[in-house]
């Protein structure tokens, strides 16, 4: 069965504290995974996309990378700004074309 | 205006109730979604839209009802609810044809009492 799970479920850091939010899945044929980022009240705002082993993107302060198990969103030197809950993604080709898979997030909190 | 637009924002009914969420995407996208976000459980995929066509529809009671009238706009039509079906719900839309990022709204936050 395709499955994600991301890890921590919640993480407080100082303002410059760096750390990295995880997401694990298991999935018959990757075609992309997708990293979300999601403000209180709002709708998830995309953030990468990630397509095949060893493939990293960057923005900001944020670097998500990917390997055949798990991906990574790297946080360097956060800002309170960077509080939200990150949403992790699978599509897999045995779920059709439409489909995705969701984890439950990491509530990131970052204070001043 | 651009992007992905739900409304109403708030939306508190009885059980008894009918109500209906709309969507509405300025992207020019082909693929509309229904997922249902609750507390500390993944986004719930309900329906796809591709060009209007219903592609996916995720084993959803029929308490709730879609309608695509055009690419444009997407509609959840509700009736007789459940207290369980209080969640957030979300409308998104893609491109069209896989391998895409979702373009979400800010979602209607529905209470059912």
């Known amino acids: 069965e395709d499955q994600v799970t991301q890890s921590p479920e919640a993480l407080r850091l100082q303002e410059g504290e760096s750390s990295s939010l995880n997401c694990s899945y298991t999935?018959?044929?990757?075609?992309?995974l997708f990293w979300y980022r999601q403000d209180p009240g709002k709708g998830p705002e995309f953030l990468f996309t990630?397509?095949?082993a060893g493939e990293e993107k960057e923005k900001e302060r944020l670097k998500a990378t990917l390997t055949k198990k798990e991906s990574f969103l790297h946080i360097t030197a956060p800002k309170p700004e960077d509080s939200a809950t990150y949403l992790c993604a699978v599509q897999a080709a045995t779920s059709g074309t439409y489909k995705y898979i969701f984890g439950t997030g990491t509530r990131l909190k970052v204070l001043a | 205006e651009t992007g992905v637009t739900q409304t109403p924002r708030h939306l508190v009914m009885g059980m008894t109730n009918k109500k209906s969420l709309k969507c509405e995407q300025h992207l020019g996208h082909n693929a509309m979604y229904w997922y249902k976000q609750s507390a500390k459980k993944p986004l719930e995929l309900m329906f796809v839209?591709?060009?209007?066509?219903?592609?996916e529809n995720n084993s959803v009671p029929s308490r709730f009802s879609p309608e695509c009238p055009n690419s444009s706009h997407l509609f959840l039509h509700l009736h007789t609810l459940q207290p369980e079906d209080s969640a957030l719900y979300l409308c998104?839309?893609?491109?069209?044809?896989?391998?895409?990022?979702?373009?979400f709204g800010s979602g209607t936050q529905l209470s059912v009492l």
């Open positions: 998104a839309s893609s491109p069209g044809g896989g391998y895409e990022k979702l373009f």
């Open positions: 990630l397509y095949s």
């Open positions: 999935v018959s044929g990757l075609r992309g």
């Open positions: 839209y591709s060009l209007e066509e219903r592609v």
